[in-house]
């Protein structure tokens, strides 16, 4: 599975593009750097993931889809797979496994079920020090401190 990261990629939307049998892309070094984005930064983003291009999934695909989709849940986000073809499409619903995820027909769809009742972004990223307000400092050289308290 080849996954990469589209350009027209925006906000908080990320496009990804997957290609080949849909497998761990842990065993496979041209995936990783996506995979290791999609584990990290992207946690409350929408990740519109095209299958178009895919031929097969096999349990390390399906148990990897659905850890994706968990990890981005937990995180305030949301995984939607598009395009899937019919031999994805059969084994997702043999399995019974179609209502744990957001599925849509089209890029169109994906994009318009991301944008549904999608929680605010954060204002800064996780880890981040909180923002500066002029209630809780004094510029050096200021006669008019904002704390009453005033050492000389």
């Known amino acids: 599975m080849k996954l990469t990261i589209l350009p027209c990629s925006e906000g908080d939307l990320v496009y ?3 290609e080949g049998r849909i497998s761990n892309p842990r065993a496979q070094e041209e995936s990783a750097p ?14 519109l993931l095209n299958l ?4 097969d999934i096999d349990t390390s695909g399906l148990s990897w ?8 849940k937990q995180m305030g986000g949301k995984l939607i797979i598009y395009s899937v073809p019919d031999v994805v ?7 019974k ?3 744990n995820f957001h599925i849509a027909p089209n890029e169109t769809a994906a ?3 991301a944008l549904r009742d999608r929680p605010p972004a954060p204002q800064t990223p996780p880890g981040s020090p909180a923002p500066v307000s002029e ?5 050096a050289g200021d006669t008019k401190p904002n704390s009453q308290d005033v050492f000389i």
């Not at 996506?34 to 990740?47: K, N, T």
């Open 16 to 18: 990804v593009e997957c």
């Open 34 to 47: 996506v995979d290791a984005f999609l584990e990290s930064d992207c946690g409350w983003r929408s990740v």
């Open 52 to 55: 178009e291009n895919t031929y």
């Open 65 to 72: 889809l659905m850890t994706k989709h968990s990890q981005l």
């Open 89 to 95: 499409s059969r084994v997702i619903d043999m399995l």
């Open 97 to 99: 496994l179609a209502p």
């Open 111 to 113: 994009r318009e079920l």
């Open 135 to 139: 209630a809780n400092y004094t510029i």
